[in-house]
């Protein structure tokens, strides 16, 4: 029998040493874990542009810009001595909508609210554009890449309409707000919830068809609202730097924090990077995750936008150059003088601006003041003086009897013209490439530079 006790206290003690051996979670584990399955992001919601936007992006860049290979196609029989060209390099930043009231998305997806009543839209969904049943200008729209569901209101503002992407049909009905009109909405990324703001400062979420009810009065000026990546927390930012984000899943209240640095008078969300910005042009980035201040190449990092309003229009800022072609009428004309005795070359140019080189070595100079200037005449493209030989453009290509010619001004771009040549030849020594002179002078060689164009971003 005592033996039998024994065993039974050995055993209670090895139960005890193996449940205080477990390891427990600390108050930071736990609040580690709140709200981890709103972070998440959903894995079938996929970074990058949408084809529409960007195919829409590529006509409008077609109808402003030159393809580069277009460069090089002769003009209209009879029409080279009658017309040429200057191309200047740009950074292509084409408009997308003009008239737009509001928008929402950006490059993974996006709609624009017009005053004309009607929404854009670029998704992977096959509607284009929609119209407010009211008639009215539409002055808010909620949309978020990849969500099957947009909202918008009319310029009353005292109703939501929900549109279905999937079938392109407005839901029938409408969603009513009490207090109108709406000042600030959103609508999660897979289309489950709507929140807004109305001109109370009551905050008010649900279901993206309603209804919508109360969650919240903002005590302060309301900045911006919207969900995160994930879906699962709605955010609200105000003036005051006060961060408060709300959990749809539970329909809670979370946290809030306060962000130092404010006032501030616009804020937007990069991801986890709530962006705010006070009047005086400052921003500071808050990552919500950390719950802290971190640099701007962390929020950039997070979601960079290239889609902004300008003068009421929304534009697209692509990332690379585009060729802006201009026609001029007429024959390229160069007027040219040497002065033997300032040892320069005066050059009445094809942008009818005089310019000044040295005839030493063939660089651009101040004005001279001379009182021998005599004219040259050019041969095949040489203009000689004294015992130099200068050349002010270069030869690019020739297309059967026609040579395509080519100088390049400062801050002016490339004129390109076309003049007949004395034989049939197709040649192309420098493929996609454009010459530069850094000197006039015959035996110095042009440099070369590239007609890169880039992918759009």
Request: proline residues 6%; charged residues 25%; glycine residues 10%.
């Amino acid at each position: 029998m005592t033996a039998r006790i024994l065993q039974a206290q050995i055993y209670t003690l090895l139960v005890l040493v193996m449940l205080f051996s477990i390891p427990t979670l600390s108050h930071a584990d736990i609040t580690e874990r709140v709200g981890q399955s709103y972070i998440d992001f959903p894995p079938q919601l996929k970074k990058g542009t949408t084809k529409s936007l960007k195919a829409y992006v590529k006509q409008q860049l077609a109808k402003k810009y030159v393809s580069t290979g277009k460069l090089y196609l002769p003009p209209f029989e009879g029409l080279e001595d009658k017309l040429y060209i200057s191309v200047i390099r740009e950074k292509a930043v084409p408009i997308i909508a003009g008239g737009v009231s509001a928008y929402s998305g950006d490059e993974e997806g996006l709609a624009a609210a017009l005053y004309d009543g009607s929404i854009r839209l670029w998704s992977n969904y096959p509607c284009k554009k929609m119209r407010l049943p009211s008639g009215k200008g539409a002055m808010l729209v909620a949309y978020a890449p990849g969500s099957p569901m947009l909202a918008a209101t009319d310029s009353v503002g005292d109703k939501i309409n929900i549109f279905d992407l999937k079938t392109c049909t407005r839901i029938p009905g409408d969603i009513p707000v009490e207090h109108g009109p709406v000042k600030m909405m959103d609508i999660s990324r897979t289309g489950d919830w709507l929140g807004i703001i109305d001109s109370f400062n009551a905050l008010l979420y649900g279901p993206s068809n309603g209804p919508l009810k109360e969650m919240s009065v903002l005590e302060g000026t309301p900045l911006f609202l919207g969900y995160t990546p994930g879906q699962g927390i709605l955010i609200t930012a105000e003036a005051s730097g006060k961060v408060t984000m709300w959990g749809m899943n539970n329909q809670s209240f979370i946290n809030t924090d306060d962000v130092p640095g404010g006032p501030f008078d616009s804020a937007r969300l990069a991801g986890y990077v709530v962006c705010l910005q006070r009047e005086d042009g400052k921003d500071v980035y808050w990552d919500l995750r950390k719950r802290a201040l971190v640099k701007k190449s962390d929020a950039m990092k997070e979601s960079p936008s290239w889609i902004y309003e300008k003068d009421g229009s929304l534009v697209y800022s692509t990332g690379v150059d585009r060729w802006r072609v201009a026609e001029h009428f007429g024959r390229p004309m160069f007027i040219v003088s040497y002065s033997a005795t300032n040892k320069m070359l005066r050059v009445r140019d094809l942008d009818s601006k005089t310019r000044y080189y040295s005839t030493l070595d063939g660089k651009e100079f101040s004005k001279v003041e001379g009182s021998d200037w005599e004219l040259l005449n050019p041969k095949n493209g040489i203009y000689k003086a004294g015992k130099g030989s200068f050349r002010l453009y270069d030869e690019v290509c020739q297309r059967g009897a026609l040579k395509l010619y080519c100088r390049y001004l400062e801050g002016k771009g490339f004129y390109l013209w076309w003049t007949q040549a004395g034989s049939v030849v197709n040649s192309l020594p420098h493929p996609m490439e454009l010459p530069v002179r850094d000197s006039i002078l015959a035996n110095e060689p042009a440099i070369w530079t590239p007609l890169i164009q880039g992918e759009i971003r």
